[in-house]
């Protein structure tokens, strides 16, 4: 689990507690649109690709809402942050699956 997660689930995130972690949030955020966005897919994984369709949506949606009442939403990012990770994970290993075959 990174600092920014760490301190999301405990603090909160936003301007209130400090430059330094406020560029963490928008660092963290950037990187989960950004595998959310990729466009590799693997073949016969349409659903992840489903998936990071959604999920792209979703963390927009969640990031603009979140400007304005950050302490609410903190856990939500949280998840946000999982779930690219767990996306990245799984694209990973199925590119190395594919490349053995």
């Known amino acids: ?3 920014a997660t760490q301190f999301a689930r405990t603090e909160g995130i936003g301007a209130e507690t400090g430059i ?7 660092l963290a955020s950037y990187k989960t649109f950004t595998i959310f ?4 897919n693997i073949i016969g994984h349409e659903s992840l ?8 949506i979703g963390f927009v949606v969640h990031f603009v809402t979140a400007m304005f ?9 949280t998840f946000y942050i999982t779930l ?3 996306i990245q994970q ?3 290993h199925k590119s ?3 490349s053995k075959v």
Not at 37 to 40: Q, T
């Open 96 to 98: 190395e699956q594919m």
């Open 20 to 26: 330094i972690v406020l560029v963490l949030f928008v």
């Open 37 to 40: 966005g990729k466009k590799k």
């Open 1 to 3: 689990m990174t600092i």
């Open 90 to 92: 799984l694209q990973s």
């Open 69 to 77: 009442l950050s302490q609410a939403y903190s856990i939500y990012w």
């Open 49 to 56: 690709a489903k998936i990071k369709k959604i999920a792209k």
């Open 84 to 86: 690219s990770a767990v």
